[in-house]
């Protein structure tokens, strides 16, 4: 006999829920996902009413389904937000490619503005070509490092206050266990952190902290979206794989598991006698950094000069970063200074209020998201 659902018992059950055991119907779990969601935002007051808010729109499921319910409840709760999609292209044949097309009528489906910035426009290299020159082994150090200056120099371009990610519960858990097993103590710190400031200026956030990939899945499967399922043609000897995979064997024997090392690194705390580094600006780019010269630049110095792994051997951040200070560029594009870009977006931000200063109301008020 067909099992009720836990929640309204009158319809018949066919999802249990990975995180509680419950065993819910179709239209009970929509609603739980997205209130659970809205909770999240409002209890952890992420955006301000009014904001500019960035979806890093990759076209896979995290995202696509970030960007429906971003949507739903900035008009379900009036948060009062302006939503739009961020995209980075990271130059991979026949992957982001392809995955950019689902953005593309994700911006027409849901009817949101699109930016795509490129690592080839902000960097002069293409994934493909550092695949090129460095191989398969740390390839995804270098895309990693620059997807993030990317998303903050798309997000100055576009004026935005505050960024949110698709990265989901299981996603925390795999970077906390990363960060334990390469005893990355300053790393351990942050990335449980739900808001954190990205180029010092902008915020980003995850609203999914605490969904489970399974249920985003399920929800993307139920309503039917449009998103690519395709894995990165070089995420395959990705450090994170060995991690995700070890999570996933926790996980069959501890349903609760995910959760659990999510809350366990969340209480940890770091020793007051453990020196920490001390955040400052790049001397090149003038992104936030731990060093004279940010990631970012010593990487792409290994690049100009032939020695791609410059930035990713044992070598010492400090010692890195000390070397490239004294080379000059090479044949890459000299990426534009971050001071640059944030005049540009005041200048921006400036003009639309001269535009809107006429039609402004007492709507326009900075309130926090709250619950109608």
């Known amino acids: 006999?067909?099992?009720?659902?836990?929640?309204?018992?009158?319809?018949?059950?066919?999802?249990?829920?990975?995180?509680?055991?419950?065993?819910?119907?179709?239209?009970?779990?929509?609603?739980?996902?997205?209130?659970?969601?809205?909770?999240?935002?409002?209890?952890?007051?992420l955006f301000n009413r009014g904001a500019r808010i960035g979806i890093g729109a990759?076209?896979?499921?995290?995202?696509?389904?970030?960007?429906?319910?971003m949507k739903t409840l900035n008009q379900r709760y009036?948060?009062?937000?302006?939503?739009?999609?961020?995209?980075?292209?990271?130059?991979?044949?026949?992957?982001?490619?392809?995955?950019?097309?689902?953005?593309?009528?994700?911006?027409?489906q849901y009817e949101l503005p699109l930016k795509i910035v490129s690592y080839e426009q902000l960097y002069g290299w293409s994934m493909d070509s550092i695949v090129e020159a460095v191989g398969r082994k740390n390839n995804c150090t270098f895309c990693g490092v620059f997807r993030r200056q990317a998303?903050?120099?798309?997000a100055l371009m576009l004026d935005l206050d505050h960024i949110v990610t698709g990265h989901n519960a299981d996603d925390v858990a795999e970077t906390i266990l990363m960060n334990v097993l390469r005893g990355d103590i300053p790393r351990l710190g942050r990335c449980t952190e739900i808001a954190t400031v990205g180029d010092g200026y902008i915020g980003r956030s995850k609203p999914f902290k605490y969904a489970y990939e399974k249920e985003i899945v399920m929800y993307a499967y139920l309503k039917r979206l449009d998103y690519f399922s395709t894995e990165c043609t070089y995420s395959p000897?990705?450090?994170?794989g060995y991690a995700r995979q070890y999570l996933k064997d926790l996980e069959s024997v501890r349903p609760s598991a995910i959760i659990d090392i999510i809350h366990a690194g969340e209480a940890m705390k770091v020793a007051e006698t453990v020196q920490l580094p001390t955040l400052t600006s790049c001397s090149r780019c003038g992104y936030i950094s731990s060093n004279a010269v940010c990631k970012a630049c010593v990487l792409l110095e290994g690049l100009e000069r032939g020695i791609p792994k410059m930035g990713i051997s044992k070598q010492s951040g400090q010692a890195a970063a000390a070397d490239a200070q004294h080379v000059g560029r090479g044949k890459a594009v000299e990426?534009?200074?971050?001071?640059?870009?944030?005049?540009?977006?005041?200048?921006?931000?400036?003009?639309?209020?001269?535009?809107?200063?006429?039609?402004?109301?007492?709507t326009a008020r900075p309130e926090l998201c709250a619950e109608s």
């Open 237 to 240: 000897n990705a450090y994170r």
């Open 58 to 69: 990759s076209g896979g499921k995290d995202s696509t389904v970030l960007a429906y319910v």
């Open 335 to 362: 990426p534009v200074h971050f001071e640059q870009l944030r005049e540009q977006a005041l200048e921006i931000r400036r003009l639309r209020m001269q535009t809107t200063a006429a039609s402004s109301d007492s």
């Open 78 to 108: 009036d948060y009062g937000l302006e939503l739009f999609l961020l995209s980075v292209d990271e130059g991979i044949s026949g992957y982001r490619d392809d995955s950019l097309e689902t953005v593309k009528r994700n911006q027409k």
């Open 151 to 154: 998303l903050d120099r798309g």
């Open 1 to 45: 006999m067909p099992r009720q659902c836990d929640i309204c018992q009158s319809a018949r059950a066919i999802i249990r829920r990975p995180k509680t055991g419950q065993r819910i119907c179709k239209e009970c779990f929509f609603y739980v996902f997205e209130t659970e969601v809205h909770h999240t935002i409002v209890d952890n007051r």
